[in-house]
C-alpha cells in the first residue's frame, strides 16, 4: 500500500483515503479488468466539470470509459432517472463483469449503488465521493437507494462497493455550501459517539478549516466502527441516523416547495436541532448541552424559516419514516454528546412541539 494512506474496512469494502487513493485505484483497476470489460463512469453534470477531468489526470486509463452523465442535485435521485441510466448500462454493452464507477457525491453514490446493485442482477461497482458528505458517510456501508415521491431513499438496497476511494484534493472543487452539508454529518458523527471529536471540530469555525483529511478520517472511524458492529442496521447503526427522521422531514419538505431546496446537511443539521430538543426533554441531555449544539449549528448555518402552517406537513411526513413502529416514530437521541441511544419512541406531539421550538431557535 502507498504511503499516505488510511484504510478502513466497512461492511467487508476497503476504504482507501489519502493523497495516493487514486493510486491504488489504478493498481485495483490493473488487477481486476483488462481492456475488454466494459468501464462505466457515473457522474452529475458537476463533477463531471470539475472532478472528472481530474480522475483522468491521475487515471489515464479512465480516459476511455463509456460516460453517463446526469443532471446533479437531489430532485434527480429517482426512479426515472435509474431508468435513464439503466439505458445507457444496455448502449455500453454492460454485464456482469463491467465496473461501474460513481464519481459524485451522495446522489451519485446512492442512485449509482442502485443502478449497479440490480443490473443483471448486479454488477461490481465503486465509488470515488466527491463531495465531504459523500467522503465522511454516503459512499460507505452499502446503503443503495433512490426517493419516491420526494420521500427519502424509500426504494432502495444494501449492497456494497468493491472498494471506496476517498482523494480529500477534490474538496477544493467545493463550494462552501456543499462543505457545509457534510460538516453537518460529521457533528452527528461526533455528537452521538465522540465528545473529543466534537470539542476538535467545534475548537474553530468551519470555514478556516483547509486540511480536511485528519477530519475525515476520525469521521470514518466512527462511522466503520459502527457499520461493521450492525451493517444491515437492526441496532446500533440506527445511531447513525441521529439528526435523520426529522431531518429527512425537512429535506422532504423543501424538495416539495423550494425553488433552491436545502441540501442534505442543511436538512440534518435543522433535524440536529430538533432531536436535540427532544434528547432534553425525554432523554436526560442536560440544557447546557442542548444549548451549545444549538449554538454551533447556528453559528455555521444559516437560519432556514419554516412557516408554522408547514408544521403539519412536516409532521405528516414523518409517518412515513421507514423506521417507524406501530405508528410512532423511533428515533435516535443523545443522553449526552458523545453517548446516543436508538430505538426511542416518540411521541407526535412531542415532534410537534419540537418543530414549533425550531422556530423560536432560529429566531
Ligand atoms: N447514513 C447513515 C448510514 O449509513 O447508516
Not at 79 to 94: D, I, K, P, S, Y
Not at 110 to 119: H, N, R, S
Not at 196 to 215: C, G, H
Not at 218 to 223: D, F, L, Q, T, V
Request: with cysteine; charged share 20%; net charge neutral.
Amino acid at each position: 500500500m502507498a504511503k499516505n494512506l488510511y484504510q478502513f474496512n466497512v461492511a467487508g469494502s476497503p476504504v482507501y483515503v489519502g493523497s495516493t487513493a487514486l493510486e491504488e485505484l489504478k493498481s485495483h483497476l490493473s488487477t481486476h479488468y483488462s481492456e475488454k470489460d466494459g468501464i462505466i463512469i457515473l457522474a452529475d453534470e458537476n463533477t463531471h466539470e470539475h472532478c472528472y477531468p481530474l480522475l483522468i489526470e491521475e487515471v489515464p486509463r479512465l480516459s476511455h470509459a463509456f460516460k453517463i452523465v446526469i443532471p446533479a442535485g437531489e430532485s434527480q435521485k429517482t426512479l426515472e432517472t435509474c431508468e435513464r441510466v439503466w439505458n445507457q448500462f444496455a448502449v455500453a454493452g454492460a454485464n456482469r463483469r463491467s465496473l461501474l464507477i460513481n464519481l459524485g457525491g451522495g446522489m451519485i453514490s446512492d442512485l449509482g449503488g442502485f443502478t449497479g446493485a440490480v443490473f443483471h442482477r448486479g454488477m461490481d461497482f465503486i465509488h470515488i465521493p466527491t463531495s465531504l458528505l459523500g467522503m465522511v458517510d454516503a459512499s460507505m456501508g452499502g446503503k443503495t437507494g433512490v426517493d419516491l415521491y420526494s420521500l427519502k431513499n424509500l426504494i432502495g438496497v444494501f449492497s456494497n462497493p468493491k472498494a471506496v476511494y476517498v482523494w480529500p484534493r477534490f474538496l477544493k472543487t467545493l463550494p462552501l455550501r456543499q462543505l457545509l452539508s457534510g460538516y453537518a454529518e460529521m457533528m452527528k458523527h461526533a455528537l452521538i459517539a465522540d465528545y473529543n471529536f466534537w470539542s476538535r471540530l467545534i475548537a474553530i469555525p468551519m470555514a478556516v478549516i483547509s486540511d480536511w483529511e485528519s477530519y475525515i478520517v476520525e469521521a470514518i472511524k466512527i462511522k466503520a466502527e459502527i457499520v461493521n458492529r450492525d451493517p444491515l442496521e437492526t441496532g446500533d447503526r440506527l445511531l447513525l441516523n441521529f439528526g435523520h427522521t426529522l431531518g429527512h422531514a425537512f429535506e422532504t419538505w423543501s424538495l416539495r416547495h423550494d425553488e433552491k431546496p436545502l441540501t442534505h446537511g442543511e436538512a440534518i443539521a435543522m433535524g440536529i436541532i430538533c432531536e436535540t430538543y427532544i434528547s432534553y426533554r425525554t432523554a436526560g441531555l442536560s440544557i447546557v448541552e442542548r444549548d451549545e449544539i444549538v449554538k454551533r449549528i447556528l453559528l455555521n448555518f444559516n437560519s432556514y424559516k419554516i412557516p408554522t402552517l408547514a408544521i403539519d406537513e412536516l409532521v405528516e411526513i414523518t409517518n412515513y419514516d421507514k423506521k417507524n413502529q406501530r405508528g410512532r416514530p423511533m428515533l435516535t437521541l443523545i443522553r449526552n454528546i458523545g453517548n446516543a441511544v436508538a430505538g426511542q419512541a416518540v411521541e407526535p406531539a412531542l415532534i410537534r412541539e419540537s418543530f414549533f421550538r425550531f422556530t423560536d431557535f432560529v429566531k
